[in-house]
């Protein structure tokens, strides 16, 4: 549950409690995402799976998309533009082991990433 832009599971639902966590197509919705993914990664068990498709309004130059531009013009608030590698970043900044980006063509390019949890999410080896 995301409320105004930031994560807000907080403690509604149990540390590790669910095998398998989706947040489909809000991390370039939200203010805050790589506060959404540790709490994500808080309510997924140890060995659990996080997925996390989302689409991708920047191209790899930091350009934005067509249709990204278009859906700004007509009021869609984005919080973040992400491109692959800001994609990519966000998940390692947000302490996860073991990650797996597919990105899948379209107008509006999308970025597949699964984890599986091996470690507390947060934890940093710096």
Not at 53 to 61: K, Q
Not at 62 to 81: D, E, H, N, T
Not at 84 to 95: F, N, P
Request: hydrophobic share 40%; glycine share 16%.
């Amino acid at each position: 549950m995301f409320w105004n832009g930031v994560a807000g599971v907080y403690d509604v639902f149990a540390d590790g409690g669910f095998d398998k966590v989706i947040a489909g197509n809000v991390l370039h919705l939200l203010d805050e995402p790589r506060a959404a993914l540790v709490e994500l990664g808080r309510v997924c068990k140890d060995g659990g799976m996080v997925v996390i498709p989302t689409y991708l309004g920047r191209r790899d130059d930091g350009s934005v998309r067509g249709l990204s531009a278009l859906l700004g013009c007509i009021g869609v608030k984005f919080g973040k533009q992400l491109d692959l590698g800001s994609y990519c970043s966000l998940l390692q900044a947000a302490g996860y082991g073991e990650v797996h980006v597919e990105l899948i063509e379209g107008r509006l390019p999308c970025a597949l990433g699964t984890i599986r949890k091996t470690r507390p999410v947060g934890w940093s080896e710096a």
